[in-house]
């Protein structure tokens, strides 16, 4: 089997129908493919909506129930339970184009080692004035949209998002797989750099990566995820992400790094832009947290510094 995807979700049944009818309307492609739903410990109707596709499928669609709760084990209990040799990873608040299970084609062919594809919003109200700050270009971590352009080509590891890549099941293996990410909120002081860690040791090892506009994806972006108070709870969430990354890597440098940016909240603040001075503000605190965490606990330090997180 070529193709194995893998959707992880937890108490999201609610968006899997729209996801995996446009799965089941993908172009036709000479090649056996399958679909996996890893039901991340739910307590809604998740199990029943995936059956529901089941019978009436012409694609292999399988539900997995993984009990340990985190994004993490979602990532891997799907890949441990992948027949494909290539893993398509999406969101599970998504819906695709009819081209998108193309994205595999450089890396089936040998030309490639990871592709992600373009991550677009589908918004359920109008993003408010303040939002214009936040954007980059078309890319914006916080919501994870990605939107490099209507062409192909070659990009930095970093921008493989997880929420939309293809990437040989044996490299993901080799590479000690994913770090820990979106955890709940009692175990923040577990959470890591999700497929960051990963691409890092994917770009340490030489391997090439590339965006593939075909492998469209519309990210539902609701109003809930468009107020302050959700990119401040992001926000403190990457500075615990950093924080891991930087005791991972033992770069001393990278600390003033984040230093540097609450420095620049100070002049934001000053400058009047009280939002991103909010969403800077969440950010440091996060870190510090994460920081104080790891300081007091010793087995905290370990679990930072696990090489896979497989077992």
């Known amino acids: 089997m070529l193709l194995s995807v893998i959707i992880p979700t937890r108490n999201r049944a609610h968006y899997l129908p729209r996801l995996i009818g446009s799965l089941l309307k993908q172009n036709p492609v000479p090649f056996e493919w399958e679909v996996i739903v890893v039901d991340n410990a739910s307590s809604d109707a998740t199990a029943a909506t995936v059956n529901r596709f089941q019978d009436s499928s012409a694609v292999s669609i399988r539900y997995v129930h993984e009990p340990r709760i985190g994004l993490v084990y979602g990532r891997h209990r799907g890949a441990n339970e992948a027949k494909g040799v290539i893993l398509g990873y999406l969101d599970d608040d998504m819906h695709l184009s009819p081209d998108w299970i193309m994205g595999h084609e450089r890396i089936s062919r040998g030309h490639g080692d990871a592709v992600v594809g373009r991550i677009l919003p589908e918004w359920e109200t109008d993003p408010p004035d303040w939002f214009t700050y936040l954007q980059n270009g078309g890319l914006l971590s916080y919501l994870g949209l990605l939107d490099l352009g209507p062409s192909e080509r070659a990009v930095a590891p970093k921008y493989v998002f997880g929420g939309n890549c293809f990437l040989p099941k044996h490299l993901v293996f080799s590479l000690g797989g994913f770090h820990p990410d979106g955890v709940p909120i009692s175990q923040l002081r577990y959470r890591g750099d999700g497929e960051t860690g990963l691409m890092a040791k994917?770009?340490?090892?030489?391997?090439?990566?590339?965006?593939?506009?075909?492998?469209?994806?519309?990210?539902?972006?609701?109003p809930a995820r468009l107020t302050i108070e959700y990119f401040c709870s992001r926000a403190f969430n990457q500075g615990i992400s950093d924080s891991y990354t930087h005791l991972r890597e033992d770069r001393r440098e990278l600390y003033w790094r984040a230093f540097l940016k609450q420095f620049k909240s100070i002049r934001d603040r000053m400058s009047g832009n009280r939002v991103m001075a909010q969403i800077r503000k969440a950010y440091w605190e996060g870190y510090q947290f994460h920081q104080r965490e790891v300081k007091a606990d010793p087995d905290l330090y370990k679990w930072v510094k696990k090489e896979s997180y497989f077992s």
């Open 202 to 222: 994917f770009e340490s090892a030489g391997l090439k990566s590339y965006y593939d506009p075909r492998a469209t994806a519309y990210h539902i972006i609701g």
